[in-house]
């Protein structure tokens, strides 16, 4: 049973930062490729970044980011306690969204994601 649990949202002023947190578990979950995902009120979830696996570099490689967050946001990885990150720097009240981690493609499976609050 694959397990995706997501921290570190909260209610943060514009200009402010946070760092997101996600653990992957489950005996078939494959802590391949992956990504953070957003949604916000009354739109669809859209991928904010991606993060190769660590098979062939270790920490694995950023391979994409919104153009939305480039300059902004940071993901990596530790795969030894298989969790995924998300540095969050200067926030805007457009990225105000519940943040989720999932594999690249995604599962059918979501985990409850964190709620990111930016107030103007």
């Known amino acids: 049973q694959v397990q995706l649990v997501e921290s570190g949202g909260g209610l943060v002023q514009a200009g402010g930062s946070l760092r997101l947190s996600c653990v992957a578990s489950g005996s078939t979950f494959r802590f391949g490729v992956m990504g953070w995902y957003r949604q916000a009120p009354g739109k669809q979830r859209e991928l904010v970044a991606e993060?190769?696996?660590?098979?062939?570099?270790?920490?694995?490689?950023?391979?994409y980011y919104a153009d939305s967050v480039k300059g902004r946001f940071t993901i990596s990885r530790d795969n030894a306690k298989n969790t995924v990150y998300l540095q969050m720097n200067g926030l805007k009240p457009e990225d105000t969204a519940v943040y989720y981690c999932?594999?690249?493609?995604?599962?059918?499976?979501w985990g409850r994601g964190t709620l990111v609050t930016v107030s103007s």
């Open positions: 999932n594999q690249r493609p995604p599962l059918d499976y």
């Open positions: 993060i190769t696996s660590a098979a062939i570099i270790s920490g694995g490689i950023p391979t």
